[in-house]
């Protein structure tokens, strides 16, 4: 190990993380002075330091101790762990990430199908409903958007189908639950034919 080499290299990798000698150090378990002292041309490195520092910042050996080569040894953890943090990656979002890095191309090519799919029928089921044409051929009354139009409350006696609702449901998905059932109730009604 050239002496002054390890000593350059230690403050060009601090300065390329952009930490002060304090934060380099915490991140290693030593005080900025002792920081300062590995720096300094001259200033001896212990090899548990040189370990610590490969290990801690994910540093190739050689570049540290001689300068040669690449200064960051390109793990796929390490690779993943920049991204992650970079994109300020959640614990879930580096979950799905990795999952979806496993995949085959194929199979991600069939995640994507999936996805673009359930976005096809999400949105045509929020498609602008047209009221039926007026008999008196006056102006149409304006189209509304499936979410923009309110239905009533519905209480539990008032549900259409003697089904209960399932017990670990809240009280809002019983209500949508409700809702939906007397919607469908609706539909079923308005499209049979009425008998004279």
């Given at each position: 190990?050239?002496?002054?080499?390890?000593?350059?290299?230690?403050?060009?990798?601090?300065?390329?993380?952009?930490?002060?000698?304090?934060?380099?150090?915490?991140?290693?378990?030593?005080?900025?002075?002792?920081?300062?002292k590995m720096e300094k041309d001259g200033?001896?490195?212990?090899?548990?330091?040189?370990?610590?520092?490969?290990?801690?910042?994910?540093?190739?050996?050689?570049?540290?101790?001689?300068?040669?080569?690449?200064?960051?040894?390109?793990?796929?953890?390490?690779?993943?762990?920049?991204?992650?943090?970079?994109?300020?990656?959640?614990?879930?979002?580096?979950?799905?990430?990795?999952?979806?890095?496993?995949?085959t191309s194929e199979e991600r090519q069939?995640?994507?199908?999936?996805?673009?799919?359930?976005?096809?029928?999400?949105?045509?089921?929020?498609?602008?409903?047209?009221?039926?044409?007026?008999?008196?051929?006056?102006?149409?009354?304006?189209?509304?958007?499936?979410?923009?139009?309110?239905?009533?409350?519905?209480?539990?006696?008032?549900?259409?189908?003697?089904?209960?609702?399932?017990?670990?449901?809240?009280?809002?998905?019983?209500?949508?639950?409700?809702?939906?059932?007397?919607?469908?109730?609706?539909?079923?009604?308005?499209?049979?034919?009425?008998?004279?």
């Amino acid at each position: 190990m050239k002496k002054n080499v390890i000593n350059a290299q230690i403050r060009k990798l601090r300065k390329a993380l952009k930490l002060n000698q304090t934060e380099f150090g915490e991140r290693i378990g030593l005080k900025s002075g002792a920081i300062g002292k590995m720096e300094k041309d001259g200033g001896t490195v212990i090899e548990q330091n040189i370990k610590l520092i490969c290990e801690k910042f994910n540093v190739r050996r050689e570049w540290l101790t001689e300068g040669a080569g690449e200064m960051l040894q390109e793990t796929e953890d390490f690779l993943f762990a920049s991204f992650a943090q970079r994109y300020e990656l959640s614990m879930d979002d580096q979950t799905l990430a990795r999952y979806l890095l496993r995949l085959t191309s194929e199979e991600r090519q069939l995640v994507v199908k999936h996805i673009l799919e359930m976005a096809d029928l999400i949105r045509k089921n929020r498609t602008v409903v047209e009221p039926p044409a007026p008999e008196n051929k006056k102006a149409a009354a304006p189209a509304m958007d499936a979410a923009a139009m309110s239905v009533p409350s519905v209480s539990e006696s008032d549900t259409p189908t003697d089904e209960p609702a399932p017990e670990n449901l809240t009280d809002e998905e019983k209500e949508i639950l409700r809702q939906l059932r007397l919607e469908k109730s609706t539909e079923t009604s308005a499209a049979s034919p009425s008998i004279a």
